[in-house]
């Protein structure tokens, strides 16, 4: 997956925001305005892209166990956060799908009414 293609998206999801709240270098996409991805953008110029996403903690130990690519979140709560590198073999399709997952965590999260203004707002 591509720096464009990640981007893209992540931005394609109801109700999600792009920001720089730590620094300039770590992209942010909230929902919600909670964090569901993070990167950074010099390890992407670097080749050593990756993404930090939510995971549900039973899961998270699980793709850690299968997946060479996919790590405790950096810098994050490990229990709820995986790194997932995506310069390995990892397939497009399914880092969608671990992007959709930590999105639905953190959108189901959120209260009913900031839910129904998001679901609403297209």
Not at 2 to 27: A, I, M, Q, R
Not at 97 to 110: A, G, M, W
Request: hydrophobic fraction near 35%.
């Amino acid at each position: 997956m591509n720096l464009d293609t990640f981007y893209e998206y992540c931005l394609s999801k109801k109700g999600v925001s792009e920001h720089f709240p730590f620094d300039e270098d770590t992209l942010v996409f909230k929902v919600g305005g909670k964090m569901f991805a993070l990167s950074s953008l010099s390890q992407w110029e670097k080749n050593e892209q990756s993404v930090n996403l939510k995971c549900d903690p039973d899961r998270a130990q699980e793709l850690r166990a299968e997946y060479d690519e996919i790590k405790p979140g950096f810098h994050m709560s490990k229990v709820h956060w995986n790194t997932v590198a995506l310069n390995g073999n990892l397939p497009a399709k399914f880092v969608k799908e671990l992007i959709d997952h930590s999105y639905e965590l953190v959108f189901k999260s959120l209260t009913k009414k900031i839910q129904n203004e998001i679901i609403d707002s297209r």
